[in-house]
Structures are given as C-alpha cells and as structure tokens.
C-alpha cells in the first residue's frame, strides 16, 4: 500500500519499511500491548505514538481529527511512547530535586562556625519544606499533562500506535500482540514514517 495522497504541497517522507496499525482505547491497553511488543523484541524505537496537540497543529492546522483519519496518514506527528513508570520516576526526581535545593540552600546558610547541630536541621527542614512543596506541585502538572495527553486522544477516537515491522513473520506477531490487548481497527500498510 502506498502513502495516501496528502492533497497539500508539504512533502512528507516515508521509508519503504511496513508498518503495523492499531488503535487503543485505554492508557492501559495501549501499555501493555506495548510491553508485549517491546518483550518480543521490537525495539522501542520502532514504535510510535501521536504527537501533542501542538504537534498536530503544527502539522495539520487547526482542523479536527478523529483517529481513524490519522492511522494511515504519514504527515500524523510522531512521538514516543513514555510510561507510567517513567512519569513516575521523573515525578520523583522532581520532588527530590527541589527538596535536596532547598535543603542545601539552609544548609550551606547555616554553615558557619557558630550554628549548632540542631539549628542545621532545623535550617534544613525549614528549607527543604518549601522547596519539596514546590517540586510536588510541579511533578502533579507533569503527571497530568500526561494523563491528558492520552485523554485526549481517546476523546477523539482513541490512542494510535504505530510499530515498524521488517518482515510478514514480525506484521504478524505485532498485528497478534496489538489485537490481543484489544487493539481496534489493527493493519498494516507498506511503508512508514
């Protein structure tokens, strides 16, 4: 199958690679169908999922999409794929940064040769409080800035995931995995992006 006809004058380059398609109708699915795919030795590399919202309006203006309009359309903006856990540990090192800031801050106020012991750690409490306190507001908008990143495309049709595949026995072990986690609407097309 070759790349549909864009009807604009933008190119947009495709490899001659296959590609396997599937839509998702939960965060959920869509994580496992990709841990099964990364266990059977797809590379996360290849496989992709659709870019931000600004990504497609940069792309495609401001025009509305469902994701049945953007499976098979290779000016769809890429993005990889990032996990809950991944979120999660970036969440961490957020509220850890600030929290070890803040922390260092009192604490290297309050090395002098005249504090005590009990007034560093009361120095560091004092300002590692605040700072943890502005690290977990910050990791709450990370969080969900994801979590409506996927919304959003559910909103419009559901989670698109695109996997490059380099032979019939690999279209049919990613079309397996992505139907087996409720993948919708799961093809492949004969080139990619």
Sequence with gaps: MTPPDT????????????????????????????????????????????????????????????????????????AAFVSEEAIGELEGAIVGGFLFLGSYIAMAAMLTPASTLAASIAAVAIGGSPAAAIG?????????HHKDYYADQIRHGGILLWVRVADKDREALA???????????????GWST
Excluded at 10 to 38: K, M, R
Excluded at 136 to 144: D, F, S, T
Excluded at 175 to 189: A, E, P, Q, T
């Design 175 to 189: 079309v397996s995995i992505m139907k087996g986690h409720s993948g919708r609407d799961v093809h492949v097309h």
């Design 7 to 78: 009807g604009t004058a933008e190119t947009t380059s495709v490899i001659d690679l296959p590609e396997a398609v599937g839509v998702f109708d939960s965060f959920e699915t869509l994580q496992a169908a990709y841990y099964d795919l990364h266990i059977a030795g797809f590379s996360r590399y290849d496989m992709s999922v659709l870019g931000d919202e600004a990504a497609l309006r940069e792309k495609l203006g401001k025009s509305y999409w469902r994701s049945e309009d953007l499976e098979d359309d290779p000016r769809a903006p890429r």
């Design 136 to 144: 977990a507001l910050l990791a709450r908008r990370v969080g969900k």
